[in-house]
């Protein structure tokens, strides 16, 4: 059987009592000016870490022995969290203590993989409190949430947003049921603000499959879209560029370095740009790793601690 979403540790997002109250000053951090990274050929190879337990150094920590180019080019903080606030009967953005430890710590957590060439992309998570990307009531409460998302990104100087619609548990709290202009607005405004960062979509919940509205589809406006079942093969429904797709998607250390190889191996054979992986923790996973580069790029990958 696939292992349907993520076996992670989504539920201490419930534990965790730090809100971020998104209290944006005059002053942002500004993203980290890459140094020239080794060139490498083939698909992009995303990695989404659990910074409830893992540090997103890790993703910086393997490189490729043919080269020297970074194995990993997204970094993915998992997870902040769509809320709801049942005073003001609206959506805000929430970080737990270790994604806010990370944000707040950005200058050792993120800019050194900005200074390799890697993208810090952060992932938001639905929290089941009733709030999620499909269900705002007006455009003007999607694009308000679309403002707390591009904030974010240029307080933290990220580089750009992932959306995984799971979660929501929409109902709860008296909210509304998904709507179809919901997710259009949002992505439409939140492009409109951050027209050069990165949007990018788990392809999984009621917001995955409201792309269009009102004449308005908003599968252009996404940098890459990948497949939310890992140890699986399946396209996302979407219509972008086969290189912006990721058909394959794995757990590192969980999936089978044979599946790994093999989902990487058709990747390649058929033409998608888009690699995806889950969970990199902090161990030696070399094995696990090259088994996908090896087929991706042709190399072996080098973990170096």
Known sequence: MFTLVRSRARTAALALSAVAALAFGTTTMTGATAAPAPTKQGPTS???????NNSMLNVGKYTLANGGGNVFDVAVIFAANINYDTGTKAAYLYFNENVQRVLDNAATEIRPLQQKGIKVVLSVLGNHQGAGFANFPSQQAASAFAKQLSDTVTKYGLDGIDFDDEYAEYGNNGTGQPNDSSFVNLVTA??????????????????????????????????????????????????????????????????????????ARRTVSEGYGVYLTYNLDGADRGADVSAFTRELYGSDAVYTP
């Open 46 to 52: 995303v990695a989404y870490v659990e910074v409830n």
């Open 190 to 263: 939140l492009r409109a603000n951050m027209p050069d960062k990165i949007i990018s979509l788990y392809n999984i919940g009621p917001a995955a499959s409201r792309l269009s509205y009102g004449g308005v589809d908003v599968s252009s406006k996404f940098d890459y879209a990948w497949n939310p079942y890992y140890g699986s093969w399946q396209v996302p429904g979407i219509a972008l560029p086969k290189s912006k797709l990721s058909p394959a998607a794995v757990e590192i250390g969980r999936t089978s370095q044979s599946t790994v190889a093999d989902l």
